[in-house]
């Protein structure tokens, strides 16, 4: 909310300087990001009015006007497509300074001195607007100094208001708590009543009073078509980040500023029969006024005539209504939407406006003849005009009225650990123009009707709060008794995850959850994407059902930004739709691609490889002291390749994928070396296996080689297994020592080197022991695999 602090002084006294007022707003609870001066220095920038202008001799798109700046008459060239005899503008004078430094002087176009410069709005920095030059109004004295004439002597105030503070959304508002926090009075402006000079009026219906029970229009006829906005509602405009346009829409956006009470004008001989306040039909089409079409769900309220719809509810009118330029009649609508019908429904339609800001928050239930008033007074005077009655459609059992809220004088001193007086804490909340009664060992306190966030007592101690000033609560030490949490090692740490990975040359990254759905698309075609009703961007559209799209977009603008290598990993969640819910599921994704190792004279260049990126899944598995229970058993994943993918099974439960990125894809994403890919539920990595002492054993071991041969089908970790499973107690680890495929042992088979390490606890192994285990071993693979075996060997130096 931008409120400049020459209008709050309208409403209340203001002795103090901006950036005091600002410490004091901050200090009550409404955090001031920042003081914003309205303009830079203008010293020798003056009102001037144009009295005369011809073409220049020598330039098409030039003029020669003379201008009149109160002390005499300047010739000046100009170029703006504007200028006009009569017209009042901004004229520097020789010597003066604009705002980005230009220092103004006598300068020759084509033959022609211009003495002086003619300003647009750009130029003197109070606007983006560089059309023309800026218009003044029509009564400014020429030789005006331009800061006195515009006000700009003056600061704006950027506050940061919190979503259940809407009361403060309005000069009103701020200025009620300026009042309430330093004990000042208000002066609000004279808002009499505007007679009726005629009898028109326009029917209203309420068809859906529960979401709006009040509603007060009015019509006026016979505008100017000609007018212009006053320069001080323009430039108020301004400050708070609005653009004038015209009369009628600058008034109605004044008043929402003024007041806090959204308004809304229809072009009054475009409406049909009668207003009628409804719910939409399913599928109702609404052109709006920002040209987009939009079909209506059935909870949304809309604003509607014999016609149809024409305008949401609290959030924007339709085309077909709206006022121009050319509007001479016009009906005002000053209404009250109950929030809960329009909250979410902006959003809906990718629309946020400052009408829905207002009325999701809930305004003043009783505020809407003063706006219509308001705003009928600043209309007629601007843009002349005849006024019908004020008429108010209303269902008053629909009306929210305030529900007194019980405070405890003891809870509140509690709670703010502080005495006070209950007389101090009665006068406080009169001043938030609260009704307390006194009620046994408390208070019934009545809040005002636009105060939606005063619902139960700790909002009522916090506002005593606030009104005492926190800086002046006392610090009191609190004491507290602790417990120590329970320590259990059937967990892995997830900083010991992280730590793992990190040691292993891993970078962490953080990523969005939402993505493109054409980059979900390609990673997981057969998933259904979750999307996203109102996305932040058109590329964040959906819910990632995997966090590889996430970590291929950071390896790309890596891999594009010349980095000889890279290993990422993050630990996020994966959306999918179960059943009517979204189904969120942490994981632990990597990507490694690029070259294995940093450069050094004594390091082959090699990439990294898919048993590279297994040997951290593994390193990741041993974290759980359940290593075992995991297999790595060939998959097809759509996003891998299909030689090189596996799935990660925990007891016939897939749990994770490994594997080298799809060539396809790797394509399309011009990457130059292939990403290898990995994803772990995390579920399934933090539940670990209690670990288990055992004694180091005295004796030697004794190792024993099995060269075996089997179909190129069978999976060397089946082979282990089975050796794991038949060697008994004294087996204490299996290593592959050899790979080999050739023209010696036959088409599609391998032959696979398995070392058995044999040690016992109590003695030392004897040859014979050692054999019976390798011959049952090898019986076992001869059985389960039709394993040959080439070769046994001894070797006793373990």
Request: charge should be negative; proline fraction near 6%; include cysteine.
């Amino acid at each position: 909310m931008r409120v400049n602090v020459q209008w709050l002084r309208d409403w209340v006294d203001l002795e103090m300087d901006p950036r005091t007022l600002a410490h004091e707003l901050t200090t009550a609870g409404l955090e001031v990001d920042a003081v914003l001066p309205v303009a830079g220095p203008l010293d020798g920038v003056v009102v001037g009015r144009i009295v005369e202008l011809a073409p220049h001799p020598q330039a098409d798109r030039l003029s020669r006007c003379v201008v009149d700046d109160g002390e005499a008459r300047h010739e000046v060239v100009c170029g703006a497509p504007n200028a006009a005899a009569g017209l009042t503008v901004p004229y520097a004078r020789i010597g003066a300074r604009l705002p980005g430094g230009t220092l103004v002087a006598a300068a020759e176009f084509r033959g022609v001195v211009s003495n002086g410069m003619l300003c647009s709005a750009r130029e003197l920095e109070l606007s983006d607007d560089a059309s023309g030059l800026l218009v003044l109004d029509a009564e400014a004295p020429p030789g005006t100094p331009l800061a006195d004439w515009l006000g700009l002597d003056d600061a704006v105030l950027d506050i940061d208001l919190t979503p259940n503070r809407g009361d403060c959304f309005s000069v009103i508002g701020i200025a009620r708590e300026i009042a309430a926090f330093g004990g000042r009075e208000m002066h609000a402006p004279s808002l009499d009543p505007v007679p009726a000079r005629i009898d028109a009026t326009f029917g209203v219906e309420l068809d859906n009073a529960s979401a709006c029970p009040r509603f007060a229009g009015r019509v006026i006829r016979g505008l100017r078509t000609a007018g212009r906005s006053p320069d001080w509602m323009q430039e108020r405009l301004r400050r708070a980040g609005l653009r004038a346009i015209h009369p009628v829409v600058d008034v109605t956006n004044y008043v929402m500023l003024e007041l806090g009470q959204p308004l809304h004008a229809y072009r009054l001989d475009r409406l049909s029969g009668r207003i009628i306040v409804r719910s939409a039909s399913a599928g109702e089409p609404l052109t709006l006024l920002d040209g987009r079409e939009v079909a209506l769900d059935e909870d949304t309220l809309v604003i509607a005539d014999e016609s149809g719809a024409i305008g949401l509810a609290g959030i924007m009118g339709g085309a077909g209504t709206a006022v121009d330029e050319q509007t001479q009649h016009v009906f005002l609508e000053s209404a009250f939407f109950a929030p809960e019908g329009i909250l979410g429904r902006a959003r809906r339609y990718a629309l946020q406006t400052d009408a829905s800001t207002r009325f999701e928050r809930g305004v003043d239930p009783g505020g809407q003849e003063r706006a219509i008033e308001r705003a009928t007074e600043l209309l007629v005077s601007i843009a002349g005009g005849q006024a019908g009655p004020v008429e108010v459609a209303e269902s008053l059992p629909d009306v929210p009225k305030p529900v007194p809220v019980r405070l405890r004088h003891g809870r509140l001193e509690k709670l703010l650990g502080m005495e006070l007086e209950p007389a101090d804490v009665e006068a406080l909340l009169r001043r938030l123009e609260m009704d307390p009664r006194l009620n046994g060992d408390g208070w019934s306190v009545v809040p005002p009707a636009f105060r939606f966030d005063i619902a139960i007592e700790e909002d009522l101690v916090e506002e005593v709060g606030r009104m005492v000033g926190y800086d002046n609560v006392p610090v009191t030490p609190e004491e507290i008794s602790t417990r120590l949490g329970t320590a259990t090692e059937q967990h892995v740490d997830g900083d010991a995850v992280q730590d793992l990975l990190v040691g292993r040359g891993y970078s962490e990254v953080i990523t969005y959850s939402f993505i493109d759905e054409r980059a979900q698309r390609d990673i997981d075609p057969e998933g259904v994407a979750v999307r996203l009703a109102n996305p932040i961007a058109s590329d964040m559209n959906v819910m990632r059902s995997t966090l590889w799209p996430s970590l291929l977009d950071v390896a790309t603008r890596n891999m594009a930004r010349q980095q000889p290598g890279l290993r990422i990993f993050e630990i996020g969640a994966q959306f999918a739709e179960v059943a009517d819910n979204i189904g969120e599921t942490a994981v632990i994704a990597g990507l490694a691609l690029g070259r294995q190792w940093p450069e050094h004279w004594d390091l082959d260049g090699r990439d990294v490889d898919f048993f590279d990126v297994k040997a951290d899944v593994e390193a990741l598995l041993k974290l759980t002291r359940r290593e075992a229970q995991y297999r790595l058993e060939a998959g097809q994943h759509p996003a891998l390749h299909p030689g090189q993918s596996a799935r990660i099974v925990n007891r016939d439960t897939t749990v994770g994928w490994l594997g080298c990125l799809h060539p396809g894809l790797q394509q399309r994403l011009q990457l130059r070396k292939p990403a290898i890919l990995f994803s772990l539920e995390l579920d399934a990595l933090f539940n670990a296996e209690v670990p288990a002492s055992r004694a180091v054993s005295k004796f030697p071991a004794v190792r024993r080689d099995l060269a075996i041969v089997v179909d190129e089908a069978v999976a060397v970790q089946s082979l282990v297994e089975l050796v794991r499973s038949n060697a008994g107690a004294t087996l204490e680890s299996t290593v592959v020592f050899d790979l080999y495929r050739g023209e010696h042992i036959g088409e599609n088979r391998k032959s696979v080197g398995l070392g058995l390490i044999l040690r016992d606890q109590s003695r030392t192994l004897t040859d014979d022991d050692a054999d019976r285990t390798v011959q049952s071993v090898a019986r076992r693979l001869e059985q389960e695999f039709g394993a040959i075996i080439r070769t046994q060997g001894t070797d006793t130096g373990q």
